[in-house]
């Protein structure tokens, strides 16, 4: 399994919130470029962006600093917030992002992540599925769309999307443990790769998360604050197969 490090981003710093609350923010660098290299040199091989400003407001923020380490980093990038549109997602393949993140357009302009499939393949396409309780929230994860987290995915797989990240946003931040029995339910039920986070706090949740069968899981704070060696874990999960 795949171990890849967050960079959020909130006017141009390196964050992290705690389920999602924007007025509980921790930053953790005003170097998010050199952070990005930091990761790469601890053995990261994809680096996961979040342009914070863009999810909450729909207009990229950051894009300046994307744009940097996309071209800086050496190593595939994915990014979400704040990709509303088509346009926005032919804009950062453009820049050479590895994968373009849907997560409000998905609920509310599914024709453009369709579009984005057809025109880029949906290898380069993630469903963003942030969920509270189950349902699927949006707008920086200020407003509950309504929808069910599997019926959005089950939508999302009918596109030809090809991977979904699967957020539990009540875990985000809390560092306590992740939602193994979700990621389980979505992957007994469906054909997908899938992406997890919120919770990651220790060593032993990398492996319950790849145990459940996800091919990846995106790791903020407890990297930032050292309850996981992101080095020594790639190493470990490499060990385990």
Known sequence: ?????????????????????????QTFSD????????????????IHIVDLDGAKDGKR????????????AGVPIQVGGGIRTAAD??????????????GTAAVERPDDVAATVSKHGGQHV????????GIVATRGWQKDSGKRASDLIAKMIGYGVERVMYTDIGRDGMMGGPNVIGITDIL???????????????LDDLLAVAGAGAEAAVTGTAI???????KAAIKTLQENG
């Not at 959020?8 to 710093?13: P, Q, R």
């Not at 170097?31 to 994809?46: F, K, L, S």
Request: hydrophobic fraction near 45%; aromatic fraction near 4%; charge should be negative.
């Open 126 to 133: 993630i469903a963003g599925i942030d969920a509270r309780n």
């Open 188 to 202: 007994s039920g469906t054909e997908i790769s899938l992406i997890a986070a919120g919770g990651i706090a220790h």
């Open 89 to 102: 997602a032919d804009e950062l393949l453009g820049l050479g992002v590895d994968r373009v993140i849907f």
């Open 31 to 46: 170097d998010p470029i050199g952070m990005a290299a930091h990761w790469v040199e601890q053995g990261a091989a994809r």
């Open 1 to 25: 399994m795949e171990i890849i490090p967050a960079i959020d981003l909130i006017d141009g710093k390196c964050v992290q919130l705690v389920q999602g609350d924007y007025d509980r923010k």
């Open 224 to 230: 930032y604050t050292g309850a996981i060696d992101l």
């Open 61 to 72: 923020g950051n894009a300046s600093v994307v744009e940097a380490i996309v071209r800086s």
